[in-house]
């Protein structure tokens, strides 16, 4: 029979799971955040921060949905819950208009503490399970990509 990383033992599998859990309210907080910035950002650069905004929502959604998906695969449930995503992130996203130097430094301020935790797990998922640990270096691979084009706009 084939050997698979979810015939890994338990403990392997459940860190693995509980350590995409632990990114799970910082990154469906910040689909919603660029979302935010999308609807309300102004200035003579809202046409490139409104399309902007747009993807980086929805390609956050998509590696969000990878990783969870497979902390379920690996057999545990996940929590993205509003509450769950409120208690586990930081300030809120200013309310009202924002400028798009503004919308492009807040969602920087955001993408930097996902990335960090990110890259400060990916030595334990290689460890404990190669898939999350390939579903993370594509999260963090594209919010290093975003943190670089939004950071163009605050200069
Ligand atoms: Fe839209």
Do not use: C
């Amino acid at each position: 029979m084939t050997t698979t990383t979810l015939d890994a033992p338990d403990t392997a599998r459940l860190t693995a799971a509980s350590t995409i859990q632990a990114m799970l309210p910082r990154l469906v907080a910040l689909t919603l955040d660029a979302k935010q910035a999308h609807w309300n950002v102004t200035g003579p650069g809202f046409v490139q921060l409104h399309a902007l905004t747009d993807e980086l929502a929805a390609d956050v959604r998509t590696w969000t949905d990878r990783l969870a998906e497979r902390a379920v695969a690996l057999g545990s449930p996940v929590d993205a819950r509003p509450a769950t995503v409120a208690a586990g992130t930081g300030r809120s996203f200013p309310n009202g208009w924002v400028t798009d130097r503004e919308a492009a430094v807040e969602l920087v301020g955001r993408i930097d503490p996902v990335a960090e935790l990110i890259h400060a797990s990916l030595a334990e998922l290689e460890l404990f399970d190669a898939v999350a640990h390939d579903a993370a270096i594509e999260t963090l691979e594209g919010l290093e990509k975003y943190r670089w084009m939004l950071l163009a706009h605050t200069r």
